[in-house]
């Protein structure tokens, strides 16, 4: 990789700041053995900037995850009402997964987000990090 384009993580990111450091480190570490095996050409830049675009970041698959369990403990909860009249057990992991997306929108975390982190999601902000050094390489390369 050109040294005057380093990847430079985020200076500010919520889900970063509650991220322990050996995780971000881990993940910074990946970001930046991705950008140094990218050749120089600018077809193989572009061809990570696509790979780039397609790539989920941390709301995304937090998202995803909370639909799928959020649809199940739905209607676990709704046959539950309708047989007994209560909600049971698994309509309060239904709530807690709505209270848990509410505190990831209000604070940029929640306890989901830590196994996500350690799975090696990344932030937006992350990906965008990536996105610059790559993008800053090809202006060089392009002659400016």
């Known amino acids: 990789m050109n040294a005057t384009q380093p990847y430079q993580p985020p200076d500010y990111d919520p889900t970063r700041n509650r991220t322990p450091d050996h995780v971000n480190e881990k993940i910074d570490r990946a970001a930046r053995a ?42 676990v909860t709704m046959r539950s009402l309708k047989r007994r009249g209560t909600i049971g057990p698994v309509g309060y992991l239904f709530f807690t997964q709505m209270s848990f997306l509410m505190h990831h929108a209000v604070r940029g975390w929640c306890p989901p987000v ?21 993008e800053l390489r090809l202006a060089n390369e392009d002659g400016g």
């Open 34 to 75: 991705a950008i140094s095996q990218v050749g120089d050409s600018p077809a193989e830049i572009h061809a990570r900037l696509d790979e780039l675009d397609r790539e989920w970041h941390l709301d995304r698959a937090l998202m995803a995850v909370f639909s799928v369990l959020g649809s199940v403990t739905a209607g």
């Open 114 to 134: 830590a196994v996500l982190r350690r799975l090696g999601f990344r932030t937006a902000r992350e990906i965008s990090a990536e996105r610059v050094a790559l």
